[in-house]
């Protein structure tokens, strides 16, 4: 049986953007993928990030919000970057890992009602998951599970 692929997602703070495609890739990838997430700062995984995973059927609230740091020693096949900020930042990966990169607006700095920002987030959530579905189809080459 082929080794399960690990992917590392990165973003600023580890809270909402990185969570999110960490939640569709467990989600699409299942068994053929170990995946995990983390930030080039720490700042907590964003309730409303959770809340808005739930009603797509996704449960992160068991995630944690951690720094790159803590994997600089562990070997990855993928990079995921989903902002410019980690890009910019992201450390060096000793292996052999593919550094793929895309673009997400920030959906906590969206200001406004309490609907505004859940609009951003659920915006957001469903701009990731295409981007996940994407990766697992195209790049993995792994069937999309319902």
Same mark, same amino acid.
């Given at each position: ?6 992917? @590392? ?9 990185? =969570?999110?495609?960490? %939640?569709?890739?467990?989600? $699409? %990838? ?17 309730? @409303? ?12 609230? %068991? ?10 020693? =562990?070997?990855?096949? $993928? ?37 505004? =920002? ?14 996940? =579905? ?13």
């Amino acid at each position: 049986m082929k080794s399960r692929i690990r992917i @590392l997602v990165l973003c600023t703070g580890n809270s909402c953007r990185s =969570q999110m495609a960490e %939640g569709w890739l467990r989600h $699409y %990838g299942g068994a053929f993928i170990d995946v995990n997430s983390a930030g080039v700062e720490v700042h907590g995984v964003n309730p @409303l990030a959770i809340k808005v995973m739930g009603e797509a059927g996704i449960d992160i609230s %068991g995630h944690t919000s951690d720094n790159v740091d803590q994997y600089l020693d =562990q070997s990855f096949d $993928y990079v995921i970057t989903v902002c410019d900020n980690a890009r910019e930042r992201c450390p060096y990966f000793p292996t052999k890992a593919l550094k793929i990169h895309r673009n997400f607006q920030d959906p906590a700095k969206v200001k406004g009602s309490e609907e505004d =920002q859940l609009n951003a987030f659920r915006s957001i959530r469903d701009e990731i998951r295409d981007f996940c =579905q994407d990766f697992i189809e195209k790049e993995l080459d792994i069937p999309i599970r319902p």
